[in-house]
């Protein structure tokens, strides 16, 4: 199991990036998938989720209506679009997995991508 995060960069305020989440090892159609982001000297907070079948999105507060979360089944990815950034968007921004092997629940990291919002 395997989790790639690419995508994140510097980005004047007001601007987008788009994040992407790889993943291997399993199929993200079958499992609940999260952004997290990390700042410096700050606690990891969920940013958006993605369930499994059906997909049920939800965002976190801050991320409502600026960031929007998707999967694409054909490549394995989970994407994270996040336009209108604000200062307080810089963080380090984390895919994150759930899903169930042979009855219990597995979670699983990537390395993160960092994002930095700047003028």
């Known amino acids: 199991v395997r989790l790639v995060e690419s995508g994140g960069g510097l980005v004047l305020p007001g601007g987008s990036l788009r994040l992407s989440c790889a993943a291997s090892?399993?199929?993200?159609?079958?499992?609940?998938m999260r952004w997290y982001r990390q700042a410096p000297g700050k606690e990891r907070e969920l940013v958006a989720v993605i369930s499994k079948s059906n997909p049920i999105t939800v965002y976190e507060d801050f991320a409502k209506g600026r960031f929007t979360i998707s999967r694409d089944i054909d490549k394995n990815t989970v994407d994270l679009q996040m336009n209108s950034l604000k200062l307080e968007d810089t963080a380090v921004y984390l895919c994150n997995a759930e899903f169930t092997l042979r009855g219990s629940s597995q979670y699983y990291w990537g390395q993160g991508t960092q994002v930095t919002v700047s003028s």
């Open positions: 090892g399993f199929r993200v159609e079958y499992s609940v």
